[in-house]
């Protein structure tokens, strides 16, 4: 019996009062049966029970042979604890209770353990809470996720009764429903249709709501299902892919579904010394899901995650990595992150590669071998000829440049900005640059300043080994103002700079013959124009090129820096093959060091002074410009 100090509560119809640890039938009528439900004692009465609950009945049975002035028994393991145990008891007491999408799996379960049949009464409890979960639950997908969120603490029950596997089907075939289709599913669960200062839309239509209906008509159930258990979540999952929803509506969910259940999915760290205290923000987040905790929903959700190329996706995938290093996660869900990352590496940014290096076994700042091995999972998939497009057709990257032409640009960025580390070693670096192809980059300006940037940082390389470096940078695709900036590098080697003076001097020969082309087309051609049709700065046979550009004073200004820039490069390369005949004429002919340099021909590539005038009988047209920038 409870004690007389106890406090006492009356329920809100009046029909019950709680004592402590005593329920109280406040009928009027003295109790006649006890029943222990877990730590509680309900005090009732024998008829409105054993005229509904056979269980009870069987059991009063066997203790009235016992012993016939009490009767107490004992419900062991009962479904939903002593909650549902008072729900079903007011239903026997014929109180009105409310089914809703929370208590329904309770009370299904509670009424099956108390076997409350049709044979006993009519409308019994099992009858009624079928009827509501048929007519109300499973036709709604939100009624469906609460009810399925609730058999958490009811098993083995609901899984004896399938509850689990119809109610999951329900979720499925909701998120399977064609899009035409899903403002009803709005409807039925009774989503409100507002305007949005919160006044009721005439007839349900008005031009912002329809707006905001299309909106969220594909993810509208990204939250709700996200309030499931992850292991219940795993299982809608699956049967969504056995049910055959879309995987961009899969991938959806998943990612919604992380985003709330992994704290820290996109933070930024500066360094290795983040690993520790990230994890340990990831624990004192939830001080109730440990790090062990942590780790299997990783893995989960990135099992969860369809085959997919998807747009946008790389910063959260980036995301799960980082966490999965952190994390300890297994070596099999950290591979296939990095080959999902390959998949799609030309949507990545610069931010996103650069993943702090957690290993205190590496020197380096940055993790450059996760890179590399991402990289080798997309050029993997590249030479496989893999269609740039995702399984539904969508076309996906840039429909300007070429996938790999992007990766290459983000290596290249990638290189520039790890180029500084001290501890970077030369292979290292050689090694990733040298990864992708030679015609994923038409110019190799972005490698020639990683490169740059990496001499300076590492000033103690010696001639062979800065040498190596420049070995993966080819000198014919560096644009005139990278080659202008080479040729007064001092970091470079020698033959580097050799090199990039050749083709520099040949870049700008290319440019004044293509120019005089030119205007000898367009001259030519103006013979049979009239004399007020030729188009200012083409010039006509027989005239000087000053005469011929007339008044045009830019063109003039760009010829004479070209001209300025040819005499410049004449002096600079005679005084270097001066230099280099002094150091070698002891060692080796000057021809064949030439041969080794690639510059045999130089007196025949760059064009003299007296040859470039000799081309001003010829006509220009066009307007050919420079800009040099001075080594810092």
């Known amino acids: 019996m409870a004690s007389s100090g106890a406090k006492s509560e ?35 009465h024998k008829f409105p029970l054993v005229s509904r609950c056979r269980r009870i009945a069987r059991l009063v049975e066997e203790v009235s042979r016992e012993d016939e002035d009490t009767c107490e028994i004992r419900l062991e393991n009962f479904p939903g604890g002593t909650w549902s145990f008072e729900l079903a008891a007011k239903f026997c007491y014929g109180v009105k209770i409310e089914f809703t999408s929370s208590n329904i799996v309770a009370l299904r379960c509670a009424a099956e353990y108390l076997e409350m049949t049709e044979d006993l009464a009519n409308e019994n409890l099992i009858v009624r809470s079928e009827a509501f979960l048929q007519e109300v639950v499973l036709r709604s997908l939100s009624d469906s996720i609460a009810a399925l969120q609730s058999c958490s603490n009811l098993f083995p029950m609901t899984e004896e009764l399938g509850l689990v596997d119809r109610l999951i089907d329900s979720v499925c075939a909701k998120a399977n429903v064609n899009d035409s289709s899903r403002g009803g599913w709005l409807m039925q669960d009774h989503r409100s249709l507002q305007s949005p200062g919160g006044s009721l839309l005439w007839n349900g239509i008005s031009t ?7 909106e969220v008509s594909d993810n509208w159930w990204y939250e709700d299902i996200s309030t499931l258990s992850l292991p219940f979540f795993e299982k809608v999952v699956l049967g969504m892919k056995a049910a055959g929803v879309r995987g961009e509506n899969i991938w959806g969910a998943v990612v919604h579904y992380a985003k709330k259940a992994l704290p820290g999915l996109h933070r930024r760290h500066s360094g290795r010394e983040a690993a520790h205290s990230h994890r340990k923000a990831l624990v004192s987040s939830n001080p109730i899901v440990q790090e062990h905790d942590q780790r299997i929903l ?25 966490l999965a290093i952190i994390l300890n996660a297994s070596p099999q869900c950290k591979s296939n992150l990095e080959k999902r990352i390959g998949m799609q590496l030309e949507q990545a940014t610069l931010d996103e590669l650069l993943v702090p290096n957690y290993s205190h076994v590496e020197e380096t700042l940055y993790d450059i071998d996760l890179v590399q091995r991402i990289l080798d999972h997309y050029l993997m998939l590249e030479q496989n000829g893999s269609p740039e497009s995702d399984e539904e057709g969508l076309l996906l990257g840039s429909p300007s440049l070429c996938p790999i032409m992007m990766v ?10 790890i180029a500084p580390d001290v501890n970077l070693k030369p292979s290292k670096f050689q090694a990733l640059a040298e990864a992708l192809p030679d015609y ?21 390389l010696s001639e062979l080994e800065r040498e190596m470096v420049c070995k993966i940078m080819n000198c014919q695709k560096l644009s005139l103002e990278a080659c202008t ?6 970091r470079l080697p020698l033959r580097v700079v050799v090199q990039v003076l050749f083709f520099e001097q040949l870049q700008l020969r290319n440019a004044i013959a293509g120019s005089f082309l030119v205007a000898d087309t367009v001259g030519g051609s103006g013979k049979q124009q009239e004399q007020h049709h030729i188009p200012p700065g083409v010039v006509r046979q027989g005239e000087s090129w000053e005469k011929s550009l007339g008044g045009s004073k830019t063109l ?45 021909l130089f007196s025949n590539a760059i064009p003299s002074t007296g040859e470039v005038n000799r081309g001003h009988r010829r006509s220009l047209s066009g307007n050919v410009g420079y800009s040099g920038e001075q080594v810092q």
């Open 485 to 490: 900036h080479a040729a007064q590098n001092e």
């Open 10 to 44: 009356t329920s809100q119809d009046g029909t019950s009062q709680r004592r402590g640890q005593a329920w109280l039938c406040t009928s009027g009528l003295q109790s006649d049966i006890v029943v222990d439900v877990e730590q509680m004692t309900f005090h009732l």
């Open 298 to 322: 990783l893995e989960t959700i990135e099992s969860l995650l369809p085959p997919l190329k998807v747009g946008s996706s790389a910063r959260f995938l980036f995301g799960l990595l980082r």
């Open 556 to 600: 003039k200004d760009d010829m004479s820096k070209i001209l300025a820039r040819v005499s410049q490069l004449e002096m600079e390369c005679g005084t270097m093959r001066q230099e280099i005949e002094n150091l070698h004429r002891a060692k080796k002919p000057v021809n064949s060091l030439s041969n080794a340099f690639g510059c045999k």
């Open 440 to 460: 994923s980059r038409p110019s190799d300006d972005g490698l020639y300043r990683a490169i740059d940037v990496y001499l300076k940082a590492h000033s103690w």
């Open 208 to 214: 912002g709501a329809r707006a905001r209906i299309l």
């Open 408 to 417: 290459a640009k983000l290596v290249d960025a990638y290189l520039a900005e």
